[in-house]
């Protein structure tokens, strides 16, 4: 009526090794890693109550007989006609279908228990492994196992989390000592962030993540990078968050245009004083650019409300900053050359009700 499957298994290949508790964190992530990759870690996670579907069991299943006299039982009892012999097949080919299901169901989860079980015995150190299980004798849950070995160094969570949090506190100080490479040093601090962020940790979200990680960083970057004006609250009404701001470290760090060079160097040097000489002021914001004030096109949306160029729009608060600041003065000459290309400038008091 039904057959077991066979030949169902996975392969983890060891990672770290658990030879001590300075060991915890790298082996317990390696391990959800392993177990989030084949879908069991939500029957593994230590720090999680015990639950009603932790432990495997096999499937109850009947075989032919026990499913005809069930039939035949209950078509008595609820005073209906027996079931013809066609009733009866027909009935068995779906119930036939229904068991292969609960079987394979089974049997998936059975080789990927067994594999994570494996991956334990492999990398946890023996004696270690030997006093976890001894001090819960008896057959455990996949969870009730991992949990007997972390019981032996970290049973608290706020215990494990506050040790994230230093092992992410680490990493952000590694910066500081000489000789430390940007990208070698970013991917560490990317399985930091994401061990720290997995469990809510404090020091990844919001302003304080982005500051912290902007303050490590400060030794490989200028600071007029770390205050670019995508982290203007002028620009933009929702800053980036730290996800974000790492992504674009990266892309700094490993652009071939121009190449990457530390905060310092002559070539850095070199570039910014180029750059600075022939940079531009205008009236859109305290920062210079290499084009004219006349071909800005945020300054253009600030006076005109469009433009053909794509760009984020400036808040009406902004608008109204660059408005005030080409009244000025010195900017008469570019006031006369804006409107000879048909620009009609809005004075501060036409934008008082915007």
Same mark, same amino acid.
């Given at each position: ?18 030879? &001590? ?5 790298? /082996? ?12 069991? /870690? ?5 720090? *999680? +109550? !015990? ?20 039939? %035949? ?15 009866? %097949? ?30 334990? %015995? ?14 819960? +004798? ?6 009730? =196992? ?8 970290? &049973? ?5 989390? %506050? ?10 100080? *590694? ?11 970013? =991917?560490? /601090? ?16 919001? @302003?304080?993540?982005?500051? @912290? ?23 933009? !009404? ?12 990266? =892309? =700094? ?41 006349? @071909? ?11 433009? @053909? ?33 048909? /620009?009609?400038? +809005? ?8």
């Amino acid at each position: 009526m039904f057959s077991i499957q066979e030949g169902i298994s996975y392969y983890l290949p060891p990672g770290p090794r658990l030879d &001590s508790s300075e060991q915890w964190l790298d /082996w317990f992530f390696a391990l959800r890693t392993q177990a989030l990759s084949i879908g069991i /870690w939500d029957k593994i996670d230590p720090y *999680e +109550p !015990d639950k009603d579907d932790d432990e495997l069991v096999f499937p109850e299943l009947e075989n032919y007989e026990q499913f005809r006299d069930r039939l %035949m039982e209950e078509a008595r009892e609820a005073n209906k006609p027996a079931p013809t012999t066609t009733d009866i %097949m027909i009935a068995v080919g779906v119930q036939s279908t229904n068991a292969e299901i609960q079987l394979s169901i089974y049997e998936y989860r059975a080789a990927k228990e067994r594999a994570i079980r494996v991956l334990i %015995m492999e990398t946890v150190r023996r004696s270690i492994y030997e006093a976890a299980i001894l001090s819960h +004798p008896g057959s455990q849950t996949l969870r009730q =196992h991992v949990r007997s070995i972390q019981n032996m160094y970290v &049973s608290n969570l706020e215990f494990f989390k %506050m040790r994230i949090d230093e092992a992410y506190r680490a990493v952000l100080a *590694e910066t500081q000592v000489k000789g430390c490479e940007p990208e070698a040093w970013l =991917h560490r /601090w990317r399985q930091a962030f994401t061990r720290a962020e997995a469990f809510g940790s404090l020091y990844v979200q919001g @302003d304080r993540g982005v500051f @912290d990680f902007l303050a490590a960083i400060s030794v490989f970057v200028e600071p007029e990078w770390m205050v670019g004006e995508y982290l203007l609250p002028s620009n933009s !009404d929702k800053k980036p968050n730290l996800h974000t701001v790492s992504q674009r470290f990266y =892309h =700094h760090i490993t652009s071939p245009l121009p190449p990457y060079s530390k905060p310092g160097s002559s070539s850095t040097k070199r570039t910014k004083a180029k750059e600075n000489r022939s940079k531009k002021s205008c009236p859109c914001g305290p920062r210079k650019h290499p084009w004219d004030p006349e @071909d800005c096109c945020v300054l253009e949306f600030a006076i005109r409300g469009s433009t @053909d160029r794509k760009i984020k729009r400036p808040t009406i608060k902004r608008r109204k900053d660059i408005l005030d600041e080409i009244w000025k003065e010195k900017w008469g000459e570019l006031r006369q050359t804006l409107e000879q290309k048909g /620009w009609d400038i +809005p004075t501060p008091e036409a934008t008082s009700n915007w």
